[in-house]
């Protein structure tokens, strides 16, 4: 897309007066949903900030400035954005790898990937990945968050280690050296608490009853638990000092699969937010647009890479959220506990926000939906299996990458068995028995049904090859759905391999794209030069009585289908 398609689509991306008409309708029900939201995002938001290796600090960063920008700029009215579990799992090895000044160039490098990927139209196309893929990762992530917990709801240091599962392991060591109960109890209780509570009351917020709870009993029974720690007043002034120009090669990699995860799980949440609602429709390009905008700013200010969050729109959705003012609202409100109760914030026990995780993580895999998908076709439970395993084992994006590319090869694979050639009988017409026997004997016709391209045409090649004995072969094309580069080169093989075999090969039925892909590959050029293609296959049938009954293997043709193949030459 060059400069100026660029500036020519800006406007379509760029906030309007149309985004707003919703919030003057019911401002009231905006602003209760947003501070629901606010009430659920808080523990969560110094969770996955912890959890990611910048601190509580960061993911309220993030909540905040990706949550109101993501809000205006985004393609959604409904979405909520901030720190996700999900990128989580991306940032901890950066973390390891790069210290948080690389996640920070990370996270700043992803929102210009997502502003380009929103320019050049690539939203739409979120739709394709399959269902197997998607519940695959988000189940190996629940995993993958799970393990991230260990060390904090053990009250452990969390050992060094490149995988999350050797962290965990690491960490299980350690306590069972030197074991001390009051953390994972109140992790447990904590988790306990959540899930119990969201069966019996799903409106009531348990997660921060939860941690508040655990947070006074630390306090009251100055219980020995690691803390936040003190968190600053305000947000942290904008600042670019992290950004290395020589450290953008390195982290390219890193960036892009951050952008692709960002783009992919915002989009499957707008999804989400549509279903849930009525008469909602989001803009694809403009979200990956708002999270690009959300990507730039959160960094500069030292938050972590933020996506739209499912759990918190679907608390939106829930709590009657109308437009953009309750995502707005629930930033605002957050920005308020940082303003005005940081310090109570910072004595928050690191124990609680893991059993928050650890609560949401088993809330985060549908057993029922895994279920069905395991049981609907082998190849799904196959892309389930494998997508779950890579990314427990590796990573998120190499999962979706592999799983990815195995739906595509199993999708493939199913399409080219639709694909089929078929001996068909000959037309009787006006012939005699004895003719139609002898006819029967010297040709043969054959019909294509279904795609003829790449990973179906060496199929054909083979049965094509296989043809003997006759004296003529008709190929009817008028059923090819697909014909490709590939199967178009496999189809002249197969043509030529009879012909050198004293086979005449005659041609029927071909579409006028079919023909253009045949005629640019320069693909049995002497059929058309030698009058060898056809409109339709009676007239190729009659055509090849005439060559029979020039071989004396036939009587003389008769004056229909010696007109017709007179009409046909003359054509």
């Known amino acids: 897309m060059n400069p100026r398609e660029v500036l020519r689509r800006l406007p379509d991306l760029l906030p309007g007066r149309s985004d707003w008409v919703a919030a003057r309708r019911s401002p009231g029900r905006d602003l209760v949903a947003g501070l629901i939201v606010a009430v659920v995002a808080l523990p969560l938001a110094l969770a996955f900030g912890v959890s990611s290796g910048l601190g509580a600090q960061a993911g309220l960063v993030t909540a905040i400035v990706a949550g109101a920008l993501a809000a205006v700029f985004g393609g959604s009215n409904l979405q909520v954005s901030g720190p996700t579990g999900a990128m989580t799992v991306v940032l901890v090895p950066i973390v390891h790898l790069y210290g948080s000044g ?277 190849g799904d439970a196959v892309v389930l299996a494998l997508t779950f395993i890579v990314t427990v084992v590796f990573d998120l994006i190499t999962a979706v990458a592999v799983g990815l590319g195995l739906a595509v090869v199993l999708a493939l694979r199913a399409v080219a068995r639709t694909s089929r050639l078929d001996q068909v009988p000959l037309d009787a017409g006006d012939h005699s028995a004895e003719e139609q026997r002898l006819l029967s004997e010297h040709i043969v016709a054959y019909r294509f049904d279904g795609p003829l391209f790449f990973a179906a045409a060496h199929r054909f090649l083979l049965e094509l090859s296989e043809v003997a004995d006759v004296r003529v072969v008709i190929l009817r094309m008028s059923r090819i759905t697909t014909l490709d580069a590939t199967g178009a080169h496999i189809l002249g093989d197969a043509i030529t391999r009879m012909e050198r075999r004293g086979i005449t090969v005659l041609v029927s039925g071909i579409k006028p794209g079919h023909t253009q892909v045949l005629v640019a590959l320069g693909v049995a050029d002497h059929l058309h030069r030698d009058g060898l293609v056809f409109p339709d296959t009676p007239t190729a049938i009659a055509y090849a009585r005439t060559l029979l009954h020039h071989h004396g293997l036939l009587p003389a043709a008769t004056p229909q289908a010696a007109s017709a193949v007179t009409a046909h030459r003359r054509g």
């Open 102 to 378: 690389g996640v920070l160039m990370v996270g700043l490098m992803a929102g210009l990937v997502l502003l380009a990927l929103s320019t050049l139209r690539v939203g739409r196309f979120a739709r394709f990945l399959p269902t197997s893929v998607t519940e695959g990762f988000t189940a190996g992530i629940a995993v993958v968050i799970a393990l991230q917990q260990i060390p904090a709801a053990l009250g452990v240091a969390a050992p060094d280690g490149e995988k999350v599962w050797q962290v965990a392991a690491s960490a299980l060591a350690r306590f069972a050296a030197h074991p001390a109960w009051v953390a994972p109890v109140m992790a447990l209780a904590v988790a306990a608490l959540m899930l119990t509570g969201a069966r019996l009351r799903p409106g009531v917020p348990f997660s921060l009853l939860g941690v508040a709870a655990a947070t006074l009993g630390a306090q009251v029974f100055s219980l020995d638990v690691a803390r936040i720690g003190t968190l600053p007043a305000g947000l942290p002034a904008p600042s670019l000092g992290f950004f290395d120009p020589g450290m953008v090669g390195t982290l390219l990699p890193s960036a892009l699969a951050v952008a692709a995860l960002a783009a992919l799980e915002s989009l499957l949440c707008a999804t989400v937010a549509d279903a849930m609602s009525v008469g909602e429709k989001h803009d694809p390009d403009r979200e990956l647009f708002g999270q690009g905008i959300a990507n730039l700013a959160a960094p500069v200010l030292g938050g972590v890479p933020a996506t739209a969050a499912i759990a918190r729109t679907a608390v939106n959705v829930r709590a009657g959220a109308r437009s953009r003012l309750a995502a707005l609202t629930h930033a605002a409100v957050l920005a308020g506990i940082v303003l005005a109760a940081g310090p109570l914030v910072g004595r928050i026990p690191l124990a609680a926000l893991a059993g928050v995780l650890l609560a949401t993580t088993v809330r985060m895999v549908e057993v029922g939906s895994l279920r069905a998908l395991a049981r609907a076709t082998r």
